[in-house]
């Protein structure tokens, strides 16, 4: 037969040797037989068995047979070429997972006797070419649909990635080892199988019915033969996305990348601008911008992430008691068909190699991460450029020669499919709680696809969720006015032994994708190609604007809710920070009632857990202690611990706004009309959705409270008077007044920060005090506040919640900045404070202003 058998044996010097000659023996099999089936069944198991002597693969998704082949439905495969490797690799697949094989044929197909059919036949010896090719196969099976109204077929694309690597690396030995998007010699092919065949990654694409497809060809009024070329096109198409989503762009032109930006028609322009201002020579303008692409620009290397993807996974498992990840195949299915922008909460530097890591290990390529400045230290920086960081300046300063570049940079990756993450926040949030967002990069994007909308955008919002933070301790420090330490490698090297500690589970969860060009349809749909002829259209502030809100509510809305944020968030609310063993477990039950029959959004995801397991969670983890007593035990969070629970409980706050703002109507009230109720929160909501970015506009909140308002009569915390029209709470010495006294107190602090703002304006008067004065007076009144009557946490008199509330009241028209620079307003203010007095009680507002007026 003229196959050619090798010995090998496996030891520690003789290993690679002897795999090499296994993969030998199957490239040579190829050159002989152009029909994998004229091999035979004993010839082709053999084949399998030394492949995959070497080779491990891993199968997406993991539930292919029950997510997408139905057993009733014959399978017609398609294979991007006809690769012997790549047809064992799917072969084997197919036997391991109990789905019909490439070998037999399809049920019910007459007298074909295999079910693969292949888009380019693989030509040549040592350089191999791939040709396009019609199947005949393709044409029988569509014939035989056509002619059968009953009969039906999935068409399965199949691709399989060795390593998973963008060729066109700079060093020669990547650029033979690596996965390309060129076919590769046989020779080559061996090489590549031998260095990453251990990290083969096999993808089953959802099937495209055959059924469905003629029958809507035809209603299109296409022939045969049309009909054909539409499949194959819709096939290549499919399967060239799919390898852009899963390795990553061809880069084949990154050596010219820099050049590309320096011959743009903006970047030339900026230089001939900036050359005129500085008063320099064009050639050293050109030089200066050359820098700034040097200083941005990533250096991505698959070998370095094949790298950090071994070294991540030890950390991960030293560190994390695991990662849980929900919602990613929804990212996998619309990374094939648009640009991606990962648009993350930003809580660690964790987060830069968290999402990298995940979307590895999912199948898809890890993004571009624009990275600040201060990251691109010695030995760090060179680091995080090969895994893809690519680095801006905190503030580009009105340099418009460094805009220009940056701008430009940032829009060639997106029309080259590279796809990118950005944190929209700017920086790491102190608090837990989501900060405003910063639209320069956001801004970018858009006005960069307005411009050259190559391929349609979509922004995927990303949740982190961490039980414990690597730097907890420093953010304490900084909230108390300790100034922010700057990053160094000597730095990075002393938090290294943080890694010593364990942080409990981090949760990544991915939210509803943000199709661009739909949000642009709704700002102007004639916008494309605009920026072409207008600078900078009066719309297109409104929709950054709107981009950027969106983008943080999908964020909020895909929340995940650790059993840590759920201990943290009755528990800070009792005195000193401490309950009876029971009611901290009543409550804990309660929250998670909330949870499941008011749920905040369908991708929130919290925990299959009791109250009681939440405690032993908190207790093993050492957050919570315990005080034995008599009467039953305490359990209470002391010290940094307790500080550091404040983090834990904004992360999860916005789940709970309305129910614990109804609870807060009931704290100074005994009964209240469930039209006053939903008065109040239509007055404040404004407010709260500005701070928490929750997701419900203003004309269907009577809707939501009312079902809120329904949820918590059923759980005991509130009863029904004259036919629903009110509400009153329960006797004083029922166990359902005191669980929702403790879920007002998720809101109280939040009207108390309100009303003290209110309270200082109105001392001050109008026109006697500028935003900055007020933002500083009511930081340190709600100091005093919190070392006198409150929990003694920072994250509570952190100046940007003022801010953001000032600011809410400018943009609401109670507030206004006058021709002095000083706040002004007129007596809708007061309506404002009487509404406060309505569900504050007496106590507390006297706490208040005695503070403010000591």
Request: aromatic fraction near 8%; charged fraction near 25%.
């Amino acid at each position: 037969m003229g196959f050619r058998y090798s010995v090998f044996r496996y030891n520690r010097r003789g290993a690679l040797w002897g795999q090499s000659r296994v993969m030998g023996i199957i490239v040579r099999s190829e050159s002989i037989y152009s029909d994998w089936l004229g091999l035979g069944p004993p010839l082709r198991w053999l084949g399998r068995k030394l492949l995959f002597l070497w080779v491990r693969t891993k199968i997406l998704p993991a539930d292919v047979a029950e997510k997408y082949l139905p057993a009733e439905v014959p399978v017609l495969y398609v294979l991007a070429n006809d690769a012997l490797s790549s047809r064992l690799v799917v072969e084997e697949a197919c036997i391991r997972h109990e789905l019909p094989r490439l070998s037999e044929p399809p049920t019910g197909s007459g007298d074909e006797y295999r079910s693969v059919v292949f888009l380019r036949r693989l030509r040549g010896w040592l350089r191999r070419r791939g040709e396009p090719v019609q199947s005949p196969r393709l044409v029988r099976m569509i014939d035989a649909v056509h002619a059968n109204p009953a009969m039906d077929m999935n068409v399965v694309p199949v691709s399989v990635f060795w390593g998973r690597s963008p060729d066109k690396e700079r060093a020669p030995l990547k650029l033979l080892f690596s996965e390309t998007w060129a076919p590769a010699g046989r020779i080559r092919k061996m090489l590549i199988v031998l260095v990453h065949g251990r990290q083969t990654l096999v993808q089953f694409s959802e099937p495209v019915s055959l059924r469905k497809f003629v029958d809507e060809a035809h209603a299109d009024g296409l022939n045969d033969e049309r009909m054909l070329r539409k499949l194959s096109r819709v096939l290549r198409v499919h399967m060239r996305r799919l390898r852009v989503a899963t390795i990553g762009p061809d880069l084949s032109h990154r050596r010219t990348l820099r050049g590309q930006i320096l011959r743009s028609p903006s970047v030339r322009e900026a230089i001939d601008r900036h050359a005129t201002r500085q008063g320099i020579s064009p050639e050293a303008a050109a030089h200066k911008a050359g820098n700034f692409v040097d200083e941005i620009a990533a250096d991505y290397s698959h070998a370095f992430i094949r790298f950090m993807e071994r070294l991540l996974s030890w950390l991960w498992n030293r560190v994390y008691d695991g990662i849980e990840i929900n919602h990613v195949d929804a990212v996998r299915t619309i990374a094939e068909e648009c640009e991606i922008v990962y648009v993350p909460c930003h809580r660690s530097h964790f987060d830069y190699l968290l999402l990298s890591y995940v979307l590895y290990h999912a199948g898809l390529v890890p993004p571009h991460v624009a990275t600040g400045i201060n990251l691109n230290i010695p030995i760090v920086g060179p680091l995080l450029r090969r895994g893809g960081a690519f680095f801006l300046r905190r503030s580009f300063g009105g340099n418009k020669l460094y805009t220009a570049v940056f701008q430009k940079y940032l829009a060639l990756n997106l029309a080259r499919g590279v796809p990118i993450e950005y944190f929209i926040e700017g920086t790491r949030s102190r608090t837990g709680r989501l900060l405003s967002p910063k639209s320069g990069m956001l801004a970018m994007t858009i006005r960069g696809h307005v411009r050259q909308p190559s391929r349609p955008v979509a922004f995927v919002p990303v949740y982190f969720g961490y039980e414990k933070l690597l730097e907890g301790r420093s953010y304490i420090g900084e909230l108390s006015g300790d100034p922010k330490k700057k990053e160094s490698f000597f730095g990075f090297l002393r938090s290294l032994g943080a890694i010593r500690r364990k942080l409990g589970k981090v949760y990544v969860n991915f939210g509803l994708p943000i199709p661009l060009d739909e949000l642009l349809d709704q700002h102007n749909d004639a916008w494309r190609g605009e920026l072409q002829t207008t600078e900078k259209p009066a719309w297109l502030t409104a929709a950054v604007d709107d981009a950027a809100n969106r983008i943080m509510r999908h964020i909020n809305m895909a929340a995940a809710v650790p059993p840590v944020s759920l201990l943290a968030l009755p528990l800070l609310s009792a005195p000193r920070q401490a309950m009876l063993e029971d009611v901290l477990r009543v409550q804990l039950d309660l929250l998670l009632s909330i949870l499941r029959d008011a749920p905040y959004a369908d991708r929130v995801t919290f925990p299959e857990m009791t109250g009681r397991s939440i405690i032993d969670y908190g207790l093993e983890m050492n957050l919570i202690k315990r005080r034995p007593h008599p009467l039953g035990d305490v359990l209470s969070a002391q010290g940094n611990d307790a500080i550091m629970l404040t983090y834990n409980r904004n992360n999860i706050m916005h789940l709970f706004s309305l129910p614990s703002m109804i609870a807060c109507c009931f704290l100074n009230n005994r009964r209240m009309r469930v039209g006053k109720i939903v008065e109040l929160g239509k007055m404040v909501y404004p407010y709260v959705q500005a701070e928490l970015f929750l997701h419900w506009e203003q004309e269907d909140l009577e809707t939501v409270l009312r079902q809120i308002l329904s949820a918590l009569v059923d759980h005991g915390l509130l009863e029904w008077e004259s036919d629903g029209e009110v509400c009153k709470r329960p006797a004083v010495d029922t166990p359902g007044a005191l669980q929702l006294s403790l879920l007002a107190h998720g809101a109280l602090q939040r009207l108390e920060r309100y009303y003290m703002t209110i309270a200082l304006l109105l001392k001050h008067g109008p026109g006697h005090v500028n935003q900055s004065n007020l933002e500083n007076l009511c930081q340190l009144m709600a100091q005093r506040m919190s070392m006198l009557y409150q929990f003694d946490a920072p994250e509570s008199f952190a100046k940007p919640l003022f801010r953001d509330f000032i600011d809410s009241l400018r943009n609401a028209g109670v507030v206004w900045v006058d021709d002095s620079g000083l706040l002004d307003f007129d007596d809708r203010i007061r309506a404002v404070e009487d509404d406060a007095n309505l569900v504050l009680g007496e106590q507390i507002r006297h706490s208040i202003l005695q503070v403010i007026h000591v």
